[in-house]
C-alpha cells in the first residue's frame, strides 16, 4: 500500500488550493536557538520538501527568542512613570518601563493600555513587549531589532540547508482602532512583495481600479494564524500554493506596510 | 484512468492543512439574481460537495449586487457639502452625496478622503460605498442593510439547495490607520463565532492568556482574499479544514466584532 498512499498524496488538487500547513514538533525557542535548523528539522519529520514557491510565515515570538530579545523581569529598574501607571492599573512596573523604553513615541496612555510606535513604525500595545515563560523564569520578549533582517537571514540559513529559498513573514499579533478582537499582521518580511499596488489596472469589468494597494503580506499572516493558532502555539506555517511576486532587489520589507505620518489622517 | 484518478484526488492529505479553494464560473450578479443558486451552481461544476463544516467567504459586492443595494449616479442629487468636498478633490459629487447619506458619522474628511462610521458601526472608507458598472450603466453599490441577515439568509438557501449548511462570513476590503494597503475583513457573518474569546485560558506554556481576543471572522476574510483576489475577481472562496467554533441561538454575527466606542481609544 505503501506505493500507490505515498502517489496519492502528491496528486495535484482538482481544484487550485492554497493550504496552509501547521508544522508540527517546533519545540520551546530559547536564546541562541537556530530557528533555521529547528524548522527544518520539523518540515523533514513532516516529509515536506520546501520550494521556492513556498511562503513560510513565522510568529514574532519565536524569531524574537532565538535572538535573544528577552529581558529578565527581575533586572528591570522602572521609572517613576512607569511605577506610577503600572500602580494606577495594576500592571508590572516593569514590564510598562521596557514598553516605555521600546516606544518611540506613546500613541494612548489610558485604561490600562498602552498604544505605542516602536522604532519600526509599527503602532501597537505594548510597542510589542510581551510577557512569557521561559526555562522558568519571567522575562519580556521584545520584538526583533529588524524584523526585515530577522526574515531575510532565515531565509537564507534556510536555503542554506534546504537548497530553496520561500518567502518568509514575520507575524504578530495587534489590535485595531473600531474593532474588536486582535489579527494577525507582518512585522518582517523577505523575498516578497508586501504590498500588490493594482492602481491603474482594470478590474474584471474593465474599470481600472484607483485606490488599490493590498496589505497582501498582512493578510498571510492572518491566514496563517488560522492554521497556527493560539491555543495550538504552532508558530510557523507553510502556505503552499500561493503565487507571491517575489521581492526584487528593491525589498523593503515589511517597511512598505508602514504609513508615512504625513499621509496618515490619525497619526 | 478515471476511477484510480478519482480516488487520488479525495486521498486525505498527509499533513492536517486548510484549503482555501476559489470558486471558478460565479458570472457576473446583477440585481435580483439569485446568489445561493449560482454558489450552488459553481460548487456542483467543481464537483465540491459542500459540507456544514465548510466556512464560505463571500465579497460584499456581490451580495449587494444580488440584494439590489445598487444607486444609478445618474439619479443622485448632490447637496451642497458633496458638491464642494467633490470639486476640491476632483471626486464624483454624486458618490459623495451617497457617502453622506450612507454614513451616521464622518470620522474624517480630509485630502479626497471620507473615512466614515456607517449605521452598522463600521469605520471604513468611502461609508462602503464603491463605483461600478453594472449592465453598461454607472452605478454605486452599497452596503448591504444588514450584513449579518444576508449572511444568514445565503446560509439558510445553500442549505435548502445542498443540505449543508456551511459559515458564512461576508467580506469587504478596509484601509486601516497607521499601515498601508487594504485587507478584508468580515462585514457579516452566519453560523460561525466572529471573536474566538480566549481569556483566561492556559497558553502553551501554562500562563493565563490574559488579553487574547481574536478576530477569527476577520483572519478568514483575509485569507479568502488570497485565493479569490482583486483582480481574480472570484467573489466566492470556500475554506475547508478549518474547525470554526459554531455559533449558537446567541449569534451576534459580525456586529461582535464592532467595537463599542466607549472602549475604543480612537473614538
Same mark, same amino acid.
Given at each position: 500500500?505503501?506505493?500507490?498512499?505515498?502517489?496519492?498524496?502528491?496528486?495535484?488538487?482538482?481544484?487550485?488550493?492554497?493550504?496552509?500547513?501547521?508544522?508540527?514538533?517546533?519545540?520551546?525557542v530559547t536564546p541562541?536557538? #537556530?530557528?533555521?535548523?529547528?524548522?527544518?528539522?520539523?518540515?523533514?519529520?513532516?516529509?515536506?520538501?520546501?520550494?521556492?514557491?513556498?511562503?513560510?510565515?513565522?510568529?514574532?515570538k519565536v524569531?524574537s527568542k532565538a &535572538?535573544?530579545?528577552v529581558?529578565?523581569?527581575?533586572?528591570?529598574?522602572?521609572?517613576?512613570?512607569?511605577? &506610577? %501607571?503600572?500602580?494606577?492599573?495594576?500592571? #508590572?512596573?516593569?514590564? *510598562?518601563?521596557?514598553?516605555?523604553?521600546?516606544?518611540? &513615541?506613546?500613541?494612548?496612555? &489610558?485604561?490600562?493600555?498602552?498604544?505605542?510606535?516602536?522604532?519600526?513604525? %509599527? *503602532?501597537?500595545? +505594548?510597542? $510589542?513587549?510581551?510577557?512569557? +515563560?521561559?526555562?522558568?523564569?519571567?522575562?519580556?520578549t521584545?520584538?526583533?531589532? #529588524?524584523?526585515?533582517?530577522?526574515? $531575510?537571514?532565515?531565509?537564507?540559513?534556510?536555503?542554506?540547508?534546504?537548497?530553496?529559498?520561500?518567502?518568509?513573514?514575520?507575524?504578530?499579533? %495587534?489590535?485595531?482602532?473600531?474593532? +474588536?478582537?486582535?489579527? +494577525?499582521?507582518?512585522?518582517?518580511?523577505?523575498?516578497?512583495?508586501?504590498?500588490?499596488?493594482?492602481?491603474?489596472?482594470?478590474?474584471?469589468?474593465?474599470?481600472?481600479?484607483?485606490?488599490?494597494?493590498?496589505?497582501?503580506?498582512?493578510?498571510?499572516?492572518?491566514?496563517?494564524?488560522?492554521?497556527?493558532?493560539?491555543?495550538?502555539?504552532?508558530?510557523?506555517?507553510?502556505?503552499?500554493?500561493?503565487?507571491?511576486?517575489?521581492?526584487?532587489?528593491?525589498?523593503?520589507?515589511?517597511?512598505?506596510?508602514?504609513?508615512?505620518?504625513?499621509? #496618515?489622517? %490619525?497619526?
Amino acid at each position: 500500500m505503501a506505493g500507490p498512499r505515498r502517489r496519492r498524496m502528491r496528486a495535484v488538487p482538482r481544484h487550485a488550493a492554497i493550504e496552509l500547513i501547521a508544522l508540527d514538533g517546533i519545540p520551546e525557542v530559547t536564546p541562541g536557538d #537556530d530557528l533555521a535548523s529547528l524548522i527544518a528539522a520539523a518540515l523533514e519529520r513532516g516529509g515536506i520538501g520546501l520550494r521556492d514557491e513556498d511562503v513560510l510565515v513565522v510568529t514574532q515570538k519565536v524569531v524574537s527568542k532565538a &535572538e535573544g530579545r528577552v529581558v529578565a523581569l527581575a533586572s528591570v529598574q522602572p521609572s517613576a512613570e512607569a511605577l &506610577e %501607571f503600572a500602580t494606577r492599573w495594576g500592571k #508590572d512596573p516593569r514590564q *510598562v518601563e521596557l514598553v516605555l523604553r521600546e516606544s518611540v &513615541e506613546v500613541v494612548r496612555m &489610558e485604561s490600562g493600555l498602552i498604544i505605542a510606535r516602536t522604532r519600526h513604525g %509599527f *503602532v501597537c500595545a +505594548n510597542a $510589542g513587549v510581551d510577557l512569557s +515563560n521561559v526555562g522558568g523564569g519571567e522575562v519580556a520578549t521584545l520584538l526583533p531589532d #529588524d524584523p526585515d533582517a530577522s526574515a $531575510g537571514a532565515l531565509r537564507e540559513a534556510l536555503g542554506e540547508r534546504s537548497g530553496a529559498r520561500p518567502a518568509i513573514v514575520i507575524s504578530d499579533s %495587534f489590535g485595531r482602532p473600531w474593532r +474588536n478582537g486582535i489579527v +494577525n499582521v507582518a512585522i518582517g518580511t523577505a523575498g516578497i512583495q508586501a504590498l500588490a499596488d493594482l492602481r491603474g489596472r482594470p478590474d474584471a469589468q474593465g474599470r481600472e481600479m484607483r485606490s488599490t494597494v493590498i496589505a497582501l503580506a498582512d493578510e498571510l499572516a492572518s491566514a496563517a494564524d488560522l492554521a497556527g493558532g493560539k491555543v495550538a502555539q504552532r508558530p510557523v506555517v507553510l502556505v503552499r500554493g500561493y503565487a507571491y511576486t517575489p521581492s526584487g532587489t528593491d525589498d523593503r520589507g515589511a517597511q512598505a506596510l508602514v504609513m508615512p505620518r504625513e499621509q #496618515d489622517l %490619525f497619526p
